[in-house]
């Protein structure tokens, strides 16, 4: 299969699917022509665009960086003064054509593995409307059990993605979930998917002043929304 590269626009980078047909995956699901990849064909590219300040989410996350690249959670802020897209709006979505009934009602998204070479930490977090800091995946200090999300079946979400540096990264990704039948409950879980994110290198000096001028937004309002 050829890899794609994808770069701007509205894309679930999860999205967890059942059907009786089909079985259980996940998936990447472009919305523009509504196409449906397999991770491991796809390579999701972050730009320059992405670049700036963490403000006070570098202490929450506890990295060391005080800027690093986000593709941010609000679709306003993957676009520019012109509503032209300059960055990736990264989703994630649950979706089963199914009778079949989940217990509880949610599928869950694992990080398994971090790429040995991957040049930096990532996270994914948000703030709630109230200002609550929510960070279920991050890779500083190494993963764990609890790096994970949850989305519910016919749910869509978003979430402030961060790479703290330029570079590679690779990351092994499975989703599971629990479903009854005539009350037993069984644990599926899809495919280990291996996902690959190319962080654009900062802009310097007058390029980074331009870019900042185009975008026409502040960079700490795009990635926080605190």
Known sequence: YATTTLSLGHVDAFEVHYSDVEGFNLEVHVEEGDQHLKPGNVIFQVNQAAYG????????????????????????????????????????????????????????????????DNPGNFALYRYSSGGIFSNPINTVGGLNSNDFIEISPGSHEHWNWAFSAAGTYTFEFQASGTYDVEGVSTLASTAIETYTFNVIPEPTGGALLLIAFSVGLSLRRRFLRS
């Open 53 to 116: 300040e963490l403000g006070n989410a570098q202490l929450q996350l506890g990295w060391s960086n005080a800027n690093a690249w986000v593709l941010p959670a609000y679709a306003a802020d993957t676009k520019n003064i012109n509503g032209d897209d300059i960055m990736l709006f990264l989703g994630v979505a649950g979706e089963s054509e199914s009778n079949r009934v989940w217990n509880p009602n949610k599928f869950k998204i694992s990080l398994l593995s971090a790429g040995f």
